[in-house]
């Protein structure tokens, strides 16, 4: 299912994943493939009084649950990343 609303959902995800490999010193086996994409919501040339600045990449978020290796390739318009 493909939801266009602004949706925290996945960040519940990726929250439960890494506090429970934290909590317990490895990581929880994948057992359900995911992909998991969130961009900003604000212009790209918004500014905010935040002294530490951005992160690099923030405009684009993806990170990916799968219960294989895989051999594919995530690209958005001239970045790829493997």
Known sequence: MISFELLFSGWLDLTSYYATAYKTGSFPMITKDKLV????????????????GPPANFQLVSVIF?????????SCSHSVFR
Do not use: N, S
């Not at 994409?37 to 530490?52: F, L």
């Not at 799968?66 to 051999?71: D, L």
């Open 37 to 52: 994409i969130w961009a900003r919501t604000h212009p790209g040339k918004a500014k905010a009084p935040d002294p530490v």
């Open 66 to 74: 799968v219960t294989f290796i895989p051999e594919e390739t995530l």
